[in-house]
């Protein structure tokens, strides 16, 4: 591998079961947010966004969560499957069009 | 969406040498941000490459460190001067469209 990852939280699941990534952001004032997907050797592969005016954005097996009371995101991953094993970031927009990270989730695929 | 490529991929330099990485992107794109990944870590922003002016630095990074060009929309540069083995990173550069955020493979960078 890249060492990417190396040291990020683990998430470890079973092959076919949903999964959770869940990220914290910093700003209340950001209106948008990403959620990557980055695998080893590659930069990070746009997942799934959403506004600061939804909670909910459902694409092909993700769903993206904001609580914008908490200053939560979650990404939920159905049907879990081992090419979906990567390092899992949010990212939060809030001035600029500059990006602003979390500090990312590794997702490990149990076959 | 925009499609990006950066030389070198991957390099294994010498302390006090320093390395220029190269971006190009194959439409013209107004603004393109350089981020540094160091190893286990997530993305932290370098600056935003500025067509025609002096790129804008984030906190805790100079242009005498990391100066970059940007001669055109499809183009910049990223050099790492003067490197010491804390320069050990993926650095990455990224644009943004209308259709959202486009990230290149990233540069393998080994300081040893």
């Known amino acids: 591998g890249e060492n990417v990852g ?28 990403i959620w990557y997907k980055q695998e080893s050797g590659k ?3 746009f997942i799934i966004d959403i506004r600061s005016n939804m909670d909910k954005r459902q694409g092909q097996r993700v769903t993206v969560l904001l609580n914008k009371t908490v200053k939560h995101l979650s990404l939920q991953i159905a049907a879990t499957q081992p090419g979906d094993s990567a390092v899992y970031f949010c990212a939060e927009n809030n001035a600029g069009n500059m990006l602003t990270f979390g500090g990312g989730t590794r997702l490990m695929v149990k076959p | 969406s925009a499609v990006i490529s950066q030389k070198p991929s991957r390099d294994i330099c010498q ?49 005498d460190k990391f100066p970059i060009s ?13 490197m010491s083995p804390e320069d050990s990173s993926i650095y990455l550069c990224s644009v943004v469209e209308y259709s959202g955020y486009t990230f290149g493979s990233g540069t393998r960078l080994t300081v040893v």
Request: include cysteine.
């Open chain 1, 6 to 33: 190396l040291h990020l939280p683990t998430l470890s699941v079973q092959e076919g079961d949903n999964s959770i990534i869940n990220c914290a952001y910093s700003n209340s004032a950001s209106d948008y947010f």
């Open chain 1, 43 to 45: 930069g990070p592969q």
């Open chain 2, 15 to 63: 302390r006090g040498t320093s390395l220029t990485i190269q971006c190009q992107v194959d439409s013209q794109v107004t603004m393109m941000f350089w981020y540094r990944q160091q190893p286990g870590q997530s993305l932290t922003l370098i600056a935003t490459a500025n067509q025609g002016s002096e790129a804008t630095y984030e906190s805790g990074f100079v242009i």
């Open chain 2, 70 to 82: 940007r001669p055109n929309l499809t183009f910049s540069t990223l050099t790492v001067s003067n």
